[in-house]
């Protein structure tokens, strides 16, 4: 492991850290990500990820849980507080990240469980959905073009290290989807399947749609089966990503 | 209906509002609430509530929908689009927003069904918690103190007009919940209780507590029933949203 203390702003592994903090597609160009706190490394390392590269500060270097993160990096950038926080998007900035290296695009499993994006717009609504796909166990989550960026510093933050144990296909077209072998099937409020009484079929791909204007018609055409949730409240709409969890809930309720 | 045309940024109503669209908890000081956009007046409309004040643009007006929405309050503010953006958190202004007063605190209904919220920090995760219930038609939502500002513009704009149609009471100690009669449910990683296998006493009242630290130890105590979603996937969680939506919708299909 090489240490260096850093403390030029324009050091060019910064210049370029920075623009992957800021920039939410930034990762397209280098192939690398950049991941903020010691709880995202924790998880990269915990599924098998190797960061190219860490940043610290003096201060988490003395923690040794912390250095010991560290020195998982073949190379190690020390920098005052000040510089670490212009790589930050927290308001509170951690004091530890790193890059990591991503994989080449996977191709699509065809017989997969997978959670399909159709556009989804907020990060935070694609972070959480990448989480709830992880902890159910459905491992493949493919995205199709117009969807938020899988790899913005905002979905990783959102997803809280649900990334790393998931495989993880972007800018899709729906024609893409004839790859997959497994029944897609969408939520519908216009549709006399009932989620909860419906035999569903396991694996399956649960396609989730745009915040406002849902899942596309060329998509919808795709679908084996479209289920409702009920919602007894009246015409309230659930978000997309509690509809998700539901979904991926009820997929694992129907094979326990 | 008044219609005064608006061009100073100092008009008082304005800067009232301004304040109000920047504050999260501006609205305990007026006792009215700006929202913003057609989607969300009309949600307020079709459960009832008159809006204070309506602020529109000009071009707003010129379309029948929206000059009939803005006709339901006695007073409506034209004001130019570069003013009305001053009033505005979004990137794409909306032209139509708002000014609702608030009704008095409501008190603790003993025997309805609830969703508690302990110290829940992301606006986000409440607001899809908000409309959850709304949709399960769980019309009590209990927040104790800490909890994101129900009624702030980010909380409002993720609830999609859930609001409106919900019982709020914030601010709230754990002490207070003893004014429920209906039983308190918590999840939690450490229970033999699998949410799909127990049968859950209906109505009751979801715990859900903050987004990193979980529900209080102190209320842990007042909760009857602790539940797991069991997550095959393995260590992963799930947010808090994402579980919120999960119970809310097994609470329904178990009554079905």
Chains 1, 2 share one sequence.
Request: hydrophobic share 50%.
């Amino acid at each position: 492991m090489k240490i260096d203390a850093i403390t030029s702003r324009d050091n060019p592994a910064l210049l370029r850290l920075r623009k992957l903090s800021s920039e939410p597609g930034g990762y397209r160009k280098t192939g690398s990500v950049w991941i903020e706190g010691d709880h995202l490394l924790r998880a990269a390392r915990q599924r098998g990820w190797t960061p190219a590269l860490v940043v610290a500060t003096e201060a988490a270097l003395q923690e040794a849980a912390l250095r010991a993160l560290a020195e998982s990096a073949p190379r190690v950038l020390v920098v005052p507080a000040a510089l670490f926080k212009t790589l930050s998007g927290l308001e509170s900035p951690a004091q530890i990240g790193a890059e990591l290296a991503l994989p080449a695009a996977a191709a699509i499993a065809a017989n997969a469980a997978s959670v399909v994006l159709d556009r989804l717009q907020d990060a935070g609504n694609v972070g959480a959905i990448l989480r709830s796909a992880a902890a159910f166990g459905v491992r493949q989550v493919l995205a199709l073009k117009g969807t938020a960026a899988l790899w913005s510093p905002k979905v990783v933050r959102a997803g809280q290290g649900a990334h790393f144990g998931l495989s993880l296909v972007e800018g899709l077209a729906a024609d893409d989807l004839a790859a997959l072998a497994v029944p897609l099937i969408a939520t519908s409020s216009h549709t006399e399947h009932v989620l909860s009484r419906v035999a569903l079929p396991s694996p399956c791909a649960w396609v989730m749609g745009h915040e406002g204007q849902g899942v596309s018609p060329a998509l919808m055409a795709r679908c084996a089966l479209t289920v409702g949730i009920p919602q007894p409240g009246g015409e309230e709409s659930l978000n997309v990503a509690a509809a998700a969890a539901i979904c991926l809930y009820e997929s694992e309720r129907q094979k326990a």
